[in-house]
């Protein structure tokens, strides 16, 4: 406890030094790919994860070609990914075609969460085994569901 007050100069000192800039977000490194100027370091390379890096590239058509590559050859260690696909969209000018790639999250409509609850209470069951349930339904039988827990009926 007592060291720090041995040394003064040097505890002011610690404190006064700015701090390090932090590396590319893993999203800004993802985005470099079709951006000439901007050249991440190899350690930010390694922090993108091989999964989202592929998902992210087949947003957009233009990019579609190399994240069918990504998905081929998923064992190639990130860093290689990385500059394939960089590679690859400069080789083919992909860079001049995409501006922007949004990460789209999927969304379900109101009505199916309404229908994969009302499953999931009546069998007692998770949403994934709902989802199941829900796909070796017929329409009689999903719209009779669909409104079960609207109006009381407990079977």
């Given amino acids: 406890m007592w060291e720090d007050f041995d040394e003064p100069e040097k505890v002011v000192k610690e404190k006064l030094e700015p701090a390090k800039p932090k590396g590319m977000s893993s ?38 070609a190399i994240a069918q590559m990504l998905n081929r050859y998923y064992n190639m260690p990130v860093p290689v990914q990385y500059r394939f696909a960089r590679d690859y969209a400069d080789m083919t000018e992909i860079s001049k075609k995409i501006k922007f790639i949004q990460f789209s999250k999927k969304k379900m409509p109101p009505e199916m969460i309404k229908i994969l609850e009302n499953i ?31 109006v009381g009926i407990q079977n």
Avoid: H
């Fill in 27 to 64: 999203w800004q490194v993802m985005s470099s790919v079709y951006k000439p100027g901007i050249k991440p370091s190899e350690e930010d390379i390694s922090k993108i994860n091989s999964y989202f890096f592929c998902s992210y590239l087949s947003q957009d058509n233009n990019s579609l």
């Fill in 120 to 150: 999931s209470k009546k069998y007692n069951i998770n949403n994934e085994a709902a989802m199941e349930y829900f796909q070796l339904m017929n329409n009689e039988q999903r719209q009779t569901i669909y409104g079960m827990y609207d």
